[in-house]
């Protein structure tokens, strides 16, 4: 993924002003000054790119396109980071990549998570949301990203750990018979 070239920010705050068109600068404000910390890192998460600005400004102008009423906040804060998670993915962030066993940054290691346990795992454990709130932003159930979480854990300690794959169950889990 390449980075923006300059001009190419520029048209995105234009194409930001002109979706916001129609809708109180106030709310457009309100709407990113209380989401833009989570967007900025739910899409350098997922994306473990370099060109989370200009993502960032995309998820706001397809927020503010198909958002014609103004939304409350929690509301507004579940479309943003939907948004968000869509934009990722028309970048073409969740391809896998592949990280050798016990090496790799931890965001390498989030890049080899797929998708939905990916998002599952950041929602949860880099922006602190609840397994109900994070459900909500999936359209999933707590139990599923109760479950997607777990099993990212699990990926990550086997990425992480070389012997972990050769120590048997882990607790709670039945050795075979």
């Known amino acids: 993924m390449s980075e ?3 001009g190419d920010t520029e048209d995105a705050y ?3 002003a002109e979706a916001a068109a129609g809708t109180a600068p ?3 404000a309100a709407l990113v000054r209380t989401t ?3 967007v900025q890192t739910l899409l350098t998460r997922l994306t473990g790119s370099m060109s989370v600005e200009r993502l960032a400004l995309e998820t706001y102008r397809l927020t503010l396109g198909v958002t014609p009423a103004p939304l ?3 509301e507004g804060e579940l479309v943003v980071l939907q948004v968000a998670i869509t934009v990722a993915e028309q970048e073409g962030a969740f391809g896998l990549r592949s990280v050798s066993r016990g090496g790799g940054s931890p965001q390498d290691l989030l890049v080899t998570l797929p998708r939905d346990l990916r998002i599952a795992f950041v929602l949860t454990q880099s922006l602190g ?3 109900a709130r994070a459900a909500t ?3 999933v159930t707590s139990a599923e990203i109760r479950a997607r979480v777990a099993r990212a854990r699990e990926h990550l300690l086997a990425h992480t750990d070389p012997l972990r794959t050769h120590r ?3 607790p709670g889990r039945a050795r075979p018979r």
Request: glycine fraction near 8%; charged fraction near 25%; hydrophobic fraction near 25%.
């Open 4 to 6: 923006p070239l300059p």
């Open 14 to 16: 234009r194409r930001l």
């Open 26 to 28: 106030e709310t457009v």
């Open 36 to 38: 833009q910390q989570q």
């Open 72 to 74: 409350a906040e929690e």
């Open 129 to 131: 949301f609840t397994y």
């Open 137 to 139: 932003v999936c359209d």
């Open 168 to 170: 048997g169950p882990g």
